[in-house]
């Protein structure tokens, strides 16, 4: 039994952040499919509050339902089914973002992208149906994250903080989310779960259907639970990391400060160790940045392209965790909405061709970046295997290897870098996949000789920060 539901031969999730649910299904289809990605991170299905800012439709207005109907605009019930259904014949799991501690923020007026209405100021949502009686009373905003009840029952930035304690209101989450299920979700990534009693959640998980068959899953198979656990306060993941798993964010921090030049790279020895305090790499879930630490500080994005690179190659290298990656829009501003044409509908990508997404329609698209689907098939290459042959130059340059699979060296000394190492592969000619990809039976890139005890020269100039090989580049 695989725990995700992703295929054997898979193992990365990409957050197709804002994507609507038609474009998701292209791109299963298209490039996600074939390139062996094993799941999206869809953005919240659910009827939101529409939220008009001067210039833009504002990406956090879906982090406020105001309804469990799945009209937004990324779609409606249809697409999504739609999109379920292609992404699951080409082996992409769709994990649901799924938004449940509250609903909507105060707002004078609130209209929801599928006609719904709600009068904030009395706590009614004739969508669903709540009324007052099914939020937290009285009502308190946030502010002492070493008060553990506060946390659950006062409101995350005046959102209106639901009760999930009253079997009412964990009803109408469960058929919520076992809509999902039946419509062919895999999976869920649980928003704000640290402002929720674990005793509730573990109710409603409890609850919740099995994988819809239709749909190619097992028999008996369990959705796939991640819960997005922040790291500060008296809340920690103790509480919620048996129900599912949890995201870690120290990984994010720390793989920032490495790559950022803060921390020597040497130090990546310690990575995913209990020093660090990170959680169980089992129950992990780890990423670089995510839609809201990429518009925090202290995080690398595509913004610092080169090194963030690099520090995704780690990121997926590195077996520790369940790896995720995000597919972004650009963006300057924190409000900031998806690319959207003037009617508000949400635009799609356009692919060049080099299969690479336009600057012009606003999507970044990382997960078609050459450097990082490769990794992602390093990734899925090196599965369920550990570092060996770790090597560092007491500095900034290291290299491991994954058992005898794969080999990553970094180079982050602003110097070249001429080293003989282990790379622990099997004798061959490999091809780097930074640098280059296997075109029939020629390399377009660097090529790294492993002799017959599984040394081999690695030269990286100053300003290459990686080079990667795994078996299956090896001629
Ligand atoms: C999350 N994870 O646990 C999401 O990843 C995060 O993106 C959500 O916040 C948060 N929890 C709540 O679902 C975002 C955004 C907030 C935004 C909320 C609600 O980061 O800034 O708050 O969504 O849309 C916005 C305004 C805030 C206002 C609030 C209520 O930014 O100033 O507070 O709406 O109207 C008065
Ligand atoms: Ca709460």
């Known amino acids: 039994y695989i725990k995700t539901n992703q295929l054997s031969d898979r193992s990365v999730i990409v957050q197709m952040f804002e994507w609507t649910w038609l474009d998701i299904a292209a791109e299963c289809e298209n490039f996600l499919g074939p390139n062996k990605y094993g799941a999206v991170q869809t953005s919240p299905a659910t009827e939101n509050v529409i939220v008009r800012l001067n210039t833009t439709r504002p990406w956090y207005e879906r982090y406020q339902p105001i309804s469990y109907k799945l009209t937004t605009r990324s779609g409606d019930e249809a697409a999504f089914l739609n999109m379920t259904t292609r992404c699951n014949k080409v082996g992409v799991r769709i994990y649901v973002d799924v938004v449940f501690n509250h609903m909507t923020g105060s707002h004078n007026e609130s209209i929801g992208t599928g006609g719904s209405v709600a009068t904030t100021q009395n706590n009614s949502y004739p969508g669903v149906p709540y009324t007052d009686e099914h939020f937290h009373h009285p009502e ?73 068959t239709n749909h190619g899953f097992r028999r008996n198979s369990r959705p796939y639970i991640y819960q997005e656990v922040a790291k500060d306060g008296v809340v920690t993941y103790n509480d919620y990391k048996d129900m599912g798993d949890i995201t870690e964010f120290t990984a994010g921090n720390e793989i920032a400060q490495f790559f950022s030049g803060q921390k020597p790279l040497k130090n990546l020895s310690f990575y995913g160790g209990t ?35 690099a520090a995704l190659a780690f ?7 369940q790896a995720r990656i995000t597919s972004s829009f650009y963006f300057t501003d924190f409000d900031e909405g998806p690319p959207a044409n003037a009617d508000e509908s949400i635009k799609g990508p356009v692919i060049n061709s080099n299969n690479q997404c336009t600057q012009e329609s606003g999507w970044v698209c990382e ?44 180079n ?27 075109q029939g039976t020629t390399c377009s890139g660097k090529i790294v000789a492993v002799s017959n005890t599984g040394q081999a020269i690695v030269t990286l100039s100053a300003d290459e920060l990686y080079l990667a090989v795994h078996v299956g580049t090896d001629s």
Request: with cysteine; glycine share 6%; proline share 3%.
């Open 315 to 321: 990121l997926l290298a590195h077996p520790y965790g």
């Open 367 to 410: 997960h078609r970046w050459d450097t990082v689907a490769r990794m992602v098939r390093f990734r899925n290459e090196v599965h369920k295997t550990q570092v060996a042959n770790w090597w560092d130059n007491g500095n900034n340059q290291i290299a491991f290897s994954l058992d005898n699979k794969g080999f990553i060296a970094f």
């Open 140 to 212: 308190c905003e946030i502010s002492d994250y070493n008060n553990a009840t506060e946390i659950r029952v006062c409101q995350l930035s005046g959102l209106k903080d639901l009760n999930q304690t009253i079997p009412y209101v964990r009803q109408k989450i469960i058929d919520y989310l076992n809509n999902l299920i039946d419509l062919g979700a895999a999976g869920i990534r649980v928003d704000a779960a640290k402002h929720m009693w674990p005793e509730d959640l573990n109710e409603i998980y409890k609850n919740l259907h099995n994988l819809n």
């Open 275 to 309: 020093g660090l305090d990170m959680m169980p790499s089992e129950n992990a879930v780890v990423f670089v940045d995510n839609h809201d630490t990429q518009r925090a500080s202290g995080i690398l994005t595509y913004k610092n392209e080169t090194i963030y690179k």
């Open 412 to 438: 982050l000394e602003g110097t070249a870098m001429n080293t003989t190492l282990q790379t622990g592969l099997p004798a061959g000619t490999y091809c780097d996949i930074r640098s280059g990809k296997v």
